[in-house]
């Protein structure tokens, strides 16, 4: 199925954050990257939250309030990704007077790679089947 233009650059945004993701976790080790200190990974995950977890969030908040008030599937599914988005900036936030860095960004990591595949690999697709029209009308 093709994918809606208004999802195009929330899948960018996901794949950039779940590559970020996966370079923050305990077993980020590739044989031929370099691994990062934890303070590293902190400095990175940092530059990543603002320069698009932030304005990620602020699109998805957008288009899931769009989205509210239709089908009451989609409804139940926003509320808790909405809470997911509350608790992974809880997390983040916590970070910065973390005494077991390596571990909670491990953690925070985790958290972010569930909660996208469950947007890519179900909620857009149900608004994209069941909202088009919403969809049709976005703008950021
Ligand atoms: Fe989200
Ligand atoms: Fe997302």
């Known amino acids: 199925m093709q994918l809606h233009s208004s999802l195009v650059p929330l899948i960018e945004e996901h794949q950039r954050l779940l590559e970020a993701c996966r370079k923050s976790k305990k077993d980020a080790a590739g044989a031929s990257q370099h691994v990062m200190s934890e303070q590293e990974k902190l400095d990175f995950v940092v530059t990543v939250f603002k320069a698009v ?3 990620h969030l602020q699109k998805e908040d957008h288009v ?12 139940h ?10 608790h992974i900036s809880k997390m983040y936030s916590r970070l910065m007077d973390s ?3 390596d571990e909670d960004l491990h953690n925070l990591a985790t958290s972010l790679e ?7 690999d179900k ?6 089947e069941r909202l088009p029209f919403i969809l049709d009308n976005v703008k950021y």
């Open 114 to 120: 569930e909660h996208i595949n469950k947007e890519n």
């Open 53 to 55: 977890m932030v304005p």
């Open 64 to 75: 899931f309030e769009l989205c509210m008030g239709h089908d009451p599937e989609i409804d």
């Open 123 to 128: 909620i857009y697709l149900m608004i994209q």
């Open 77 to 86: 599914c926003i509320k808790a990704l909405m809470e997911e988005h509350h």
């Open 99 to 101: 005494n077991q860095l």
